[in-house]
């Protein structure tokens, strides 16, 4: 299974939220079935670090994110990636303006894909510190939602016999 998170920039939602599905895979019986990755819809910020906030929320919280850096979101990752989690709307339009409108349903935010809520995940780039709390709250209650699906998925799969 192979998940990408997506944000405008990927810097900031995508990055933590890559850690956090990423740290609660490598604890879960999921661990070693699950690739993460992400990226960001537009170029700005492509090469760079994440944020320096969202590496010190992360870093907080005992996730180390600083060795990520933003890459743009290609045509060929509707291809690539079983699922493509949008942090918002806006995200979520930019991806299947992008991918081949074959991958159109493997496209959806995260937060309703995750099942926490029908909303967005806020983009703290203009905010403070207190932003970047209050997103990764959210990312991670929709780390804990993704690897419960994926195990509810699995467990629900057909057995293959030896």
Do not use: K
Not at 95 to 108: G, M, N
Request: net charge neutral.
């Amino acid at each position: 299974m192979r998940l990408l998170v997506v944000c405008l920039g990927n810097i900031c939602r995508s990055p933590m939220a890559e850690g956090l599905i990423r740290a609660r895979i490598e604890a879960s019986p999921l661990r070693g079935r699950v690739d993460v990755d992400s990226a960001g819809t537009g170029d700005w910020h492509v090469g760079q670090p994440p944020d320096r906030r969202a590496i010190s929320t992360a870093r907080r919280h005992g996730i180390e994110i600083g060795g990520q850096r933003a890459r743009e979101l290609v045509a060929a990752d509707g291809e690539r990636f079983d699922w493509l989690l949008c942090a918002d709307g806006d995200n979520l339009d930019a991806v299947r303006r992008r991918i081949d409108p074959s991958c159109h349903p493997r496209a959806e935010r995260l937060l309703v894909w995750a099942g926490i809520a029908a909303a967005d995940v806020p983009d703290p780039y203009t905010g403070d510190e207190r932003a970047f709390e209050r997103v990764w709250a959210l990312l991670d209650a929709a780390a804990d939602g993704v690897v419960a699906r994926l195990l509810a998925e699995s467990a629900a799969a057909p057995r293959r016999s030896p």
